[in-house]
């Protein structure tokens, strides 16, 4: 079974600048997140959907960040414009829904670096 | 904020011990998940006790569970070289939303 596929693995970007994450959740799995986690720190939810839905986006700086999963399998996540302390490890995982009690699956995650 | 909070923040045991971790959380849980993760696979699930649960077993994994305390443990016993790694306790609330400690980073030497 294949897994939770991201790219790009690094991305190296000037304070300012703007970039995209992209994110392939397990086939048939309805429910995708996306986690924010800093050096040193567990990861922090930014977003969970729901197939195509928005469930939680408490955590998610709105003024610069945005997400979609359109057709409700593959998900963006873009960051316009970057901050510094937006350097983190960015985790998309995917559960089979979101009714609680299951595991998720998380990808490799993409390292962003903003200088 | 992050819910779960572990301890120790680190461990080092020798190859062949056993190693046990804590998580202590804030608020009413529907279950708790415990998470691993190393540089080589990333963020993998290793077990999962519900609520109503005190005691679950994997392989050599042994998770308690005490909602009276608001903590849980982790047990590794016969620890390996290859359990090196970061484990994070995650609070799941409400519709699998889960919430994060900041993880026990263990390093077991050979």
């Known amino acids: 079974e294949a897994g939770v596929a991201q790219s790009p693995r690094y991305k190296i970007i000037e304070k300012r600048q703007s970039v995209a994450f992209w994110c392939n959740p397990i086939?048939?799995?309805?429910?995708l997140y996306w986690y924010q986690q800093i050096l040193g720190q567990g990861p922090k939810l930014l977003i969970q959907?729901?197939?195509?839905?928005?469930?939680?986006d408490s955590q998610l700086p709105k003024d610069r960040f945005s997400a979609e999963r359109l057709k409700g399998v593959d998900s963006t996540l873009k960051i316009q414009p970057a901050k510094l302390e937006d350097s983190a490890v960015y985790l998309c995982a995917s559960s089979l829904d979101g009714g609680g009690g299951l595991e998720q699956f998380f990808g490799p995650g993409t390292r962003l670096t903003v200088l | 904020s992050q819910q779960g909070e572990e301890d120790p923040q680190a461990l080092s045991i020798q190859e062949g011990e056993n190693a046990t971790m804590n998580c202590s959380y804030k608020t009413s849980i529907n279950n708790l998940q415990w998470y691993r993760q190393n540089s080589g696979r990333g963020l993998v699930h290793l077990i999962l006790i519900r609520s109503n649960e005190r005691e679950k077993h994997s392989g050599r994994l042994r998770v308690t569970l005490d909602t009276s305390k608001k903590s849980s443990s982790l047990l590794i016993t016969a620890s390996r070289a290859a359990d090196t790694a970061s484990y994070f306790c995650?609070?799941?609330?409400?519709?699998?939303?889960?919430?994060f400690g900041a993880g026990t980073i263990l390093r077991v030497k050979s």
């Open positions: 086939s048939g799995h309805a429910t």
């Open positions: 995650a609070t799941d609330m409400v519709g699998n939303k889960l919430v």
């Open positions: 959907f729901q197939n195509n839905g928005v469930v939680d």
